[in-house]
């Protein structure tokens, strides 16, 4: 192994589910609270320059859960995505507005945030606890 190989290994996976029925509505409710979460994040981390975990809980992680309602851990996703993007808009020299989220889509932490379970995946929070 080549010097400077060792760290953190990040695996990303895309999927795409068919809500049941009755989750649907409880689904997309909690994708759009985290995309206005998510954008909240961004301006108060760029704002404040809190680029790390620390400053940006510190921050941030009360509000999430209070004024966003998202459960604890993707609170924590949330304002996690919210540094990257900061990041790679403080990074880029020719940078333009600041950014701003509009898809529905949301980081989530493998059997923290959803569990994969005989075909199905349970996702933490969309029927409301958390």
């Known amino acids: 192994m080549s010097a400077g190989g060792e760290g953190e290994l990040t695996l990303t996976v895309r999927m795409r589910v068919s809500p049941e029925p009755e989750q649907r509505q409880a689904?997309?409710?909690?994708?759009?609270?985290?995309?206005?979460?998510?954008?909240?994040?961004?301006?108060v981390i760029i704002a404040n320059r809190a680029l790390?975990?620390?400053?940006?809980?510190?921050?941030?992680?009360?509000?999430?859960?209070?004024?966003y309602g998202l459960p604890s851990r993707i609170?924590?996703?949330?304002?996690?995505?919210?540094?990257?993007?900061?990041?790679?808009w403080l990074r880029n020299p020719?940078?333009?507005?600041?950014?701003t989220v509009k898809s529905l889509s949301m980081w989530l932490t493998h059997e923290q945030?959803?569990?994969?379970?005989?075909?199905?995946?349970?996702?933490?929070g969309a029927t409301g606890s958390g």
């Open 27 to 43: 689904i997309l409710d909690l994708m759009r609270r985290y995309r206005d979460a998510l954008n909240y994040s961004v301006r």
């Open 52 to 67: 790390s975990l620390t400053k940006a809980h510190k921050l941030l992680y009360n509000d999430l859960r209070e004024r």
């Open 75 to 88: 609170a924590q996703d949330c304002y996690r995505e919210a540094i990257a993007i900061a990041k790679a």
């Open 94 to 99: 020719k940078r333009g507005d600041m950014p």
């Open 113 to 124: 945030d959803y569990r994969v379970k005989g075909g199905y995946v349970e996702l933490a």
